[in-house]
């Protein structure tokens, strides 16, 4: 079993960056993939990065692609959402997720077992 604890959201402006951290307990945290996921009011949980065991891997959603980037640390139990170039639409609660889905299901939130609580990340323009 793995506990997941995000941090780092915020209220920042549009064109700034963000770096949300989710940490990560259990001893089987390395042999999941992990993922982030983001929710607007009103909205579907909607898949933003993930990351495969190792992290080799990483896949973004083309909403996200080229601004947002995904790693891993599997020393220290860590997982990172390194946000650039926000926009007013990125606004949303982000969810740290993590999951023994093969990448073919990543983008797929029921994939994913463990979930954290979520951090509230608000753009203004």
């Known amino acids: 079993q793995v506990q997941l604890a995000e941090s780092g959201g915020g209220l920042v402006q549009a064109g700034d960056s963000l770096t949300l951290s989710c940490a990560a307990s259990?001893?089987?945290?390395?042999?999941?993939?992990m993922a982030w996921f983001r929710q607007a009011p009103g909205k579907e949980r909607e898949f933003v990065a993930a990351?495969?065991?190792?992290?080799?891997?990483?896949f973004a959603a083309d909403s996200v692609k080229g601004r947002f980037t995904i790693s891993r640390d599997n020393t220290k139990n860590m997982v990172f959402l390194q946000m650039n170039s926000l926009k007013p639409e990125d606004t949303a609660v982000y969810y740290c997720a993590a999951g023994y889905s093969g990448a073919s299901g990543w983008m797929v939130p029921t994939e994913y077992a463990y979930w954290g609580q979520g951090t509230q990340v608000s753009i203004s323009s």
């Open positions: 990351i495969n065991q190792p992290g080799s891997n990483g």
């Open positions: 259990g001893r089987t945290y390395t042999t999941y993939t």
